[in-house]
């Protein structure tokens, strides 16, 4: 099942989702694409049935997004304070 030190699947889906929308990739699919990834990983890295992964997947997938949104957020938001 899940390890904590599994948690760095985490930006690893994020950092594939990225890489896609600098491809091109409109914004609005990038949570999608993070689903999908997850899934896909967790079909293929973890060591579960179907449900699992699919289940541990769009966790994965979901975490990566508010991951990446949460950054890019704090990272506008420290910009605007120190007048950038």
């Given at each position: 099942m899940f390890e904590?030190?599994?948690?760095?699947?985490?930006?690893?889906i994020a950092g594939l989702t990225q890489i896609f929308k600098?491809?091109?990739l409109p914004a609005?699919?990038?949570?999608?694409v993070a689903i999908f990834f997850?899934?896909?990983?967790?079909?293929?890295?973890?060591?579960?049935?179907?449900?699992?992964?699919i289940l541990v997947g769009v966790m994965l997938g979901l975490s990566a997004s508010?991951?990446?949104?949460?950054?890019?957020?704090?990272?506008?938001m420290n910009g605007k304070k120190n007048g950038k």
């Open positions: 904590i030190y599994d948690i760095a699947i985490i930006p690893l600098r491809a091109g609005q699919y990038s949570p999608f997850g899934i896909l990983i967790a079909f293929f890295y973890l060591d579960v049935t179907m449900k699992e992964a508010g991951f990446y949104s949460g950054t890019k957020n704090f990272v506008e």
